[in-house]
C-alpha cells in the first residue's frame, strides 16, 4: 500500500469550493502547474510565500510516493502594467529605461529568482517554460479559438469573445462572478474600441512601432496576451485535462479566469481538476506589493538592512515563519512573529541535530513492554499519524508544526536522560526518528541551522569535551568546570549523558 493510500490528501479546491478527496487523473502520478514569476525586477518576499506554499504541497505529493511532475514556468513577455491589455510590458519597459535589450533583464532577474528559491530551499520544479519560448503555440491555439469563433481579430490583434464563450460555458466560475456583473463593473480602457465586450481579453496584441518585444504572426507584428501563456504551457506539458493548478490568491480573476476560458474553449475540456489558491503576504495588514512600496526583498530581511526590520533572520528562519500559517489564511509579516519564529525553530531543529545521532541500544518488542514504555510506544504512534494526518487535511503546515514541537519535546526528554529509548518498540522507533527527519527535511524544507557549519562545530565541542574528560581525569575540576562556564557563557550547554557520554545543546 502507497502512502497516499494510506493518508489521502483533502483539499480545498478553489473551483467547487469545496474540500473535496484528491483522486489523481493517472493514479500514483501529479501533474501540476504554478505561474511563476514575472521576471522584471528583483522577488520580494510576497512572492517568495507563493513558491513556497507549492513547493511544500510538491513535496508532500512526492513523500506520499506520487510520481509528481511539476511545471512553474517563467513570464518574460506579455505581461502588462497594471495587469491588464493596456500599457507597457513589464520587461519592455525595465529594457528600455535601462537601454538593454529584454533578454538582459530577463536572465538578471531570472537568476535573481533562482537565487532566492535556493536560499529558501525551494526545489526547481521538474520544467521551467518561458513564454517567448512558446510563441509559436500560442499563435497556434489563438488561430484555433479564432476557427471555432470563439476570438476575433481587429487591427492586428486578436481578442477572446468572452460573450460568446459564456453561451455554452459559465466564464467566472472559478471567481464566482457572473458575465452581467462583469459587463457592469468592468474598466474602460483605450483598447475598449476595438473590443466587442470591455470584458472581452488579448490573446495577441499588435506591436506600436516603439514595442521592443514583437513576433510575427498571421495578423501582423505584435506579441501575445498574458493570459495565453499559461494555458499552452500547462497544457503542452501535462496534457489537455490536469490535476491541480496552483497561484496567489491576487490570479484568481481575470488570470485564471481566462486560462479556463481558454483551454475549455480551444480543448472543449475542463482543463484543471483542482485549482488551489495561497493568500497574501502583508505588512501591517496590506498586501506586500512592490508597487505600495511596502515590499522587501529577501535579501534585506536575511541581513536585517530594512528599514521595518529590527535584524536580519536566516532563510531557514523565514521559511518556518511562513509555514507556521496556513497557506489559504494571510500571513501578516511583524518583527516579534519572526522573533518568536527563530526561537520555534532552534528548538525543532536541535532535536533534528540530536534524533540523527539516536540510536536505540537494545531492540524491543511491543509484545514485552512495560506499561510506561508502551505508553509511550502508542504516544509516538499517535505523533507519527498526526504528521501525516495534518498535511493531508489540506496540507496543514501550522498544525503539522504543532505535532513536530510536541515530538521535540519527547526527544528533549529522551535527550535528557527521563525517557529511555530500549523502553520503546523497535519498528516503532524507528518510524518515528524517520518520520520526524522526513517531515522536517522532505516536507517542510527545513535544513538545521547552527549558525555555521554543523560538522565543524561539532568537531570542536567534541575536542573541548574530551580535554573535559581528561582534566577530570586528572582531577584538575577548576579547569573542568572553567571549560563548562566558558562555554555556557557564548551559549553552549554541555549535559551528562545517562551512560557518562557527554552531549551539548545550543540555548536559545
Ligand atoms: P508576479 O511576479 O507579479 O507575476 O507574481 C508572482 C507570484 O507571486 C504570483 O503567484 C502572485 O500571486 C504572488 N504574489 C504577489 N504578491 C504577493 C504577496 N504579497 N503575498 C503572496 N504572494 C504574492
Ligand atoms: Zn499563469
Given at each position: 500500500?502507497?502512502?497516499?493510500?494510506?493518508?489521502?490528501?483533502?483539499?480545498?479546491?478553489?473551483?467547487?469550493?469545496?474540500?473535496?478527496?484528491?483522486?489523481?487523473?493517472?493514479?500514483?502520478?501529479?501533474?501540476?502547474?504554478?505561474?511563476?514569476?514575472t521576471?522584471y525586477?528583483?522577488v520580494?518576499l510576497?512572492?517568495?510565500?507563493?513558491?513556497?506554499?507549492?513547493?511544500?504541497?510538491?513535496?508532500?505529493?512526492?513523500?506520499?510516493?506520487?510520481?509528481?511532475?511539476?511545471?512553474?514556468?517563467?513570464?518574460d513577455?506579455?505581461?502588462?502594467e497594471?495587469?491588464v491589455?493596456?500599457?507597457?510590458?513589464?520587461?519592455?519597459?525595465?529594457?528600455?529605461?535601462?537601454?538593454?535589450?529584454?533578454?538582459e533583464?530577463?536572465?538578471?532577474?531570472?537568476?535573481?529568482?533562482?537565487?532566492?528559491m535556493?536560499?529558501?530551499?525551494?526545489?526547481?520544479?521538474?520544467i521551467?517554460?518561458s513564454?517567448?519560448?512558446?510563441?509559436?503555440?500560442?499563435?497556434?491555439?489563438?488561430?484555433?479559438?479564432?476557427?471555432?469563433?470563439?476570438?476575433?481579430e481587429v487591427?492586428?490583434?486578436?481578442?477572446?469573445?468572452?460573450?460568446?464563450?459564456?453561451?455554452s460555458?459559465?466564464?467566472?466560475?472559478?471567481?464566482?462572478r457572473n458575465?452581467?456583473?462583469l459587463m457592469?463593473s468592468?474598466?474602460?480602457l483605450?483598447?475598449q474600441?476595438?473590443k466587442?465586450?470591455?470584458?472581452?481579453?488579448?490573446?495577441?496584441?499588435?506591436?506600436?512601432p516603439?514595442?521592443?518585444?514583437?513576433w510575427?504572426?498571421p495578423w501582423?507584428?505584435?506579441?501575445?496576451?498574458?493570459?495565453?501563456?499559461?494555458?499552452?504551457?500547462?497544457?503542452?506539458?501535462?496534457?489537455?485535462?490536469?490535476?491541480?493548478?496552483?497561484?496567489?490568491?491576487?490570479l484568481?480573476?481575470?488570470?485564471?479566469?481566462?486560462?479556463?476560458?481558454?483551454a475549455?474553449?480551444?480543448?472543449?475540456?475542463?482543463?484543471?481538476?483542482?485549482?488551489?489558491?495561497?493568500?497574501?503576504?502583508?505588512?501591517?495588514?496590506?498586501?506586500?506589493?512592490?508597487?505600495?512600496?511596502n515590499?522587501?526583498l529577501?535579501?534585506?530581511?536575511?541581513?536585517g538592512?530594512?528599514a521595518?526590520?529590527?535584524?536580519?533572520?536566516?532563510?531557514?528562519t523565514?521559511?518556518?515563519?511562513?509555514?507556521?500559517?496556513h497557506y489559504?489564511?494571510?500571513l501578516?509579516?511583524?518583527?516579534?512573529?519572526?522573533?518568536?519564529?527563530e526561537?520555534?525553530?532552534?528548538?525543532?531543529?536541535?532535536?533534528l541535530?540530536?534524533?540523527?545521532?539516536?540510536?536505540?541500544?537494545i531492540?524491543s518488542?511491543?509484545?514485552?513492554?512495560s506499561s510506561n514504555?508502551?505508553?509511550?510506544?502508542?504516544?509516538?504512534?499517535?505523533?507519527?499519524?498526526?504528521?501525516?494526518?495534518?498535511?493531508?487535511?489540506?496540507f496543514?503546515?501550522a498544525?503539522l508544526?504543532?505535532?513536530?514541537f510536541?515530538?521535540?519535546?519527547?526527544?528533549?526528554?529522551?535527550?535528557?536522560?527521563?525517557?529511555?529509548?530500549?523502553?520503546?518498540?523497535?519498528a516503532?522507533?524507528?518510524?518515528?526518528?524517520?518520520?520526524?527527519?522526513?517531515?522536517m527535511?522532505?516536507?517542510?524544507?527545513?535544513?538545521?541551522?547552527?549558525?555555521?557549519?554543523n560538522d565543524?562545530?561539532?568537531?570542536?565541542?567534541?575536542?573541548?569535551?574530551?580535554?573535559?574528560?581528561?582534566?577530570?581525569?586528572?582531577?584538575?575540576?577548576a579547569l573542568?568546570?572553567?571549560?563548562?562556564?566558558?562555554?555556557k557563557?557564548?551559549?553552549?550547554?554541555?549535559?551528562?549523558?545517562?551512560d557518562?557520554?557527554?552531549?551539548?545543546?545550543?540555548e536559545?
Amino acid at each position: 500500500m502507497k502512502l497516499y493510500e494510506k493518508y489521502p490528501i483533502h483539499l480545498s479546491n478553489s473551483l467547487s469550493g469545496e474540500k473535496e478527496k484528491f483522486e489523481s487523473i493517472t493514479p500514483g502520478f501529479v501533474g501540476m502547474y504554478v505561474c511563476g514569476p514575472t521576471v522584471y525586477n528583483y522577488v520580494h518576499l510576497g512572492n517568495a510565500r507563493t513558491f513556497l506554499t507549492f513547493d511544500t504541497i510538491s513535496r508532500y505529493f512526492r513523500f506520499l510516493e506520487y510520481k509528481v511532475r511539476y511545471v512553474r514556468n517563467i513570464t518574460d513577455v506579455g505581461h502588462l502594467e497594471g495587469d491588464v491589455d493596456e500599457g507597457e510590458d513589464k520587461i519592455g519597459k525595465k529594457a528600455r529605461l535601462e537601454q538593454l535589450e529584454p533578454m538582459e533583464i530577463v536572465k538578471r532577474y531570472t537568476e535573481d529568482f533562482h537565487s532566492v528559491m535556493r536560499q529558501f530551499n525551494i526545489l526547481p520544479p521538474s520544467i521551467e517554460p518561458s513564454a517567448t519560448g512558446h510563441i509559436v503555440e500560442q499563435i497556434n491555439i489563438t488561430k484555433k479559438l479564432i476557427d471555432l469563433g470563439l476570438a476575433y481579430e481587429v487591427n492586428g490583434s486578436v481578442y477572446f469573445d468572452v460573450k460568446k464563450y459564456n453561451q455554452s460555458h459559465h466564464y467566472g466560475i472559478l471567481s464566482g462572478r457572473n458575465i452581467e456583473d462583469l459587463m457592469e463593473s468592468g474598466r474602460d480602457l483605450d483598447s475598449q474600441d476595438e473590443k466587442r465586450e470591455k470584458i472581452d481579453f488579448a490573446l495577441w496584441k499588435k506591436a506600436s512601432p516603439q514595442h521592443i518585444m514583437r513576433w510575427p504572426s498571421p495578423w501582423g507584428e505584435g506579441f501575445p496576451g498574458w493570459h495565453i501563456e499559461c494555458t499552452v504551457m500547462s497544457t503542452k506539458y501535462l496534457g489537455e485535462t490536469f490535476d491541480l493548478h496552483g497561484g496567489g490568491m491576487d490570479l484568481k480573476f481575470p488570470h485564471h479566469e481566462c486560462e479556463i476560458a481558454q483551454a475549455t474553449g480551444a480543448n472543449g475540456k475542463t482543463p484543471v481538476k483542482y485549482w488551489i489558491h495561497s493568500n497574501m503576504l502583508t505588512v501591517n495588514g496590506q498586501k506586500m506589493s512592490k508597487s505600495l512600496g511596502n515590499s522587501f526583498l529577501p535579501s534585506e530581511l536575511f541581513s536585517g538592512s530594512h528599514a521595518l526590520l529590527q535584524k536580519g533572520y536566516s532563510p531557514m528562519t523565514v521559511r518556518f515563519f511562513m509555514l507556521q500559517s496556513h497557506y489559504s489564511s494571510t500571513l501578516d509579516f511583524s518583527n516579534d512573529a519572526l522573533n518568536a519564529a527563530e526561537k520555534g525553530f532552534k528548538k525543532i531543529s536541535n532535536s533534528l541535530s540530536f534524533i540523527k545521532k539516536m540510536t536505540q541500544p537494545i531492540s524491543s518488542l511491543k509484545s514485552q513492554l512495560s506499561s510506561n514504555g508502551l505508553d509511550l510506544t502508542n504516544n509516538m504512534e499517535r505523533m507519527i499519524k498526526s504528521c501525516y494526518e495534518t498535511m493531508s487535511d489540506d496540507f496543514n503546515t501550522a498544525k503539522l508544526i504543532a505535532t513536530l514541537f510536541e515530538m521535540s519535546s519527547t526527544i528533549n526528554r529522551i535527550k535528557d536522560g527521563v525517557l529511555f529509548t530500549d523502553q520503546i518498540d523497535t519498528a516503532t522507533f524507528n518510524d518515528f526518528k524517520s518520520t520526524y527527519i522526513g517531515m522536517m527535511e522532505e516536507v517542510l524544507g527545513l535544513k538545521e541551522e547552527t549558525g555555521g557549519n554543523n560538522d565543524l562545530l561539532d568537531g570542536t565541542i567534541n575536542v573541548l569535551i574530551n580535554l573535559r574528560k581528561k582534566v577530570r581525569t586528572d582531577k584538575n575540576f577548576a579547569l573542568s568546570d572553567k571549560i563548562r562556564d566558558d562555554l555556557k557563557a557564548i551559549g553552549i550547554q554541555l549535559k551528562d549523558g545517562k551512560d557518562g557520554e557527554m552531549s551539548y545543546e545550543i540555548e536559545s
